[in-house]
Structure formats: structure tokens, C-alpha cells
């Protein structure tokens, strides 16, 4: 089974910011089931069992912040249990550059969210944590929604196996 998987945050870096949330979308069949964890719901345990059954993880930008950041922030090294493929680098061989958004207009890949980036993503989180403002944290996880079902899309743009 095929998995993709991003993540939000509070910030850039994972010695003093926290992930607020994973989102995973998982193919089954044609189906995408997308299992997203939020907040203090995010633990390691939880990311295992969600990923029970998952061979590979394709990512956007994965290797060098996702992957990472859950690494540090939850002590769980997601490329030694699955494999991991970073379709950043696919975008890169074919003239692609810029981060997944650009990308995704590049190649005309629709998206609800239009306009709302990863500062945004932040200012939603904490929009929902500070004002208790369900709408934010809805905008915020269907932003996250449409990053892991885009990046399935782009991958079968890219023909990647």
C-alpha cells in the first residue's frame, strides 16, 4: 500500500517548534482513506498503527523536513520501517522547481485552498489554539487534506512507480 504523508507545524524548526498536524492519505484501491492526527492526539504509537500495512511513503519535500521533524519531535524514524520517496527530487528531474504549490500550478493540479501556504498553516493553528476558532483548524485540515490527496496526483503526473 501507498502512503502520502505531510505535516504541519508551529514553525521551521524542530528544536523549539511543535507538529500540530500529520495528515496521511492511503490508497486503497482507487479509495483514499486520510487519516489525520491533530494536536495532542499526535504521538508515535498512533503514526505506526495509522500507517499498519503502508510499503511506501511518498512525501513532498519529506527528506529534508517532514521526515525529519517527526523524527526529532516524536523519536520515530519513519525511512528505516517504510520506504520513503521524496517526489521533490521527481519534480526537480523533470524542470520542476519551487515548493509543491508552484508545482502543483505548474501542472494545473486543482486546489479549494488557493492562497493559503505554510505561515498561513501557522496563523490557523494558532488562530484555533488561542481563540478556540473551529473554523481555523477546519481551513487548516482541509489545506492538509489537499497536500497529501495532490501529492497521489502529482505522482501519477510524474509516472513514478
Known amino acids: 500500500m ?14 523549539h517548534e ?4 500529520v495528515g496521511l492519505a492511503i490508497e486503497q484501491g482507487q479509495a483514499m482513506k486520510v487519516i489525520q492526527l491533530v494536536g495532542e492526539a499526535i504521538s508515535a504509537a498512533r503514526l505506526i498503527e495509522s500507517l499498519r500495512g503502508v510499503e511506501r511513503i511518498y512525501t513532498y519535500n519529506g527528506s529534508r523536513f517532514d521526515l525529519p521533524f517527526l523524527r526529532r519531535r516524536l523519536g520515530v524514524n519513519l525511512e528505516t520501517v517504510f520506504a520513503h520517496r521524496d517526489l521533490m527530487y521527481d519534480c526537480w528531474k523533470h524542470k520542476l522547481k519551487g515548493g509543491l504549490k508552484k508545482v502543483e500550478q505548474t501542472l494545473g493540479i486543482a486546489r479549494a485552498t488557493q492562497g493559503i501556504d ?6 490557523l493553528w494558532w488562530n484555533y489554539v488561542n481563540n ?6 477546519r481551513t487548516l485540515l482541509e ?19
Do not use: F, H
Open 143 to 161: 489545506y492538509n487534506r489537499e497536500d497529501v490527496i495532490n501529492l497521489r496526483t502529482l505522482r501519477e503526473k510524474l509516472s513514478v512507480p
Open 132 to 137: 478556540q476558532d473551529r473554523q481555523s483548524l
Open 2 to 15: 501507498r502512503c502520502y504523508l505531510d505535516i504541519e507545524t508551529t514553525g521551521m524548526s524542530w528544536k
Open 118 to 123: 505554510g505561515w498561513m498553516a501557522v496563523r
Open 18 to 21: 511543535e507538529v500540530t498536524v
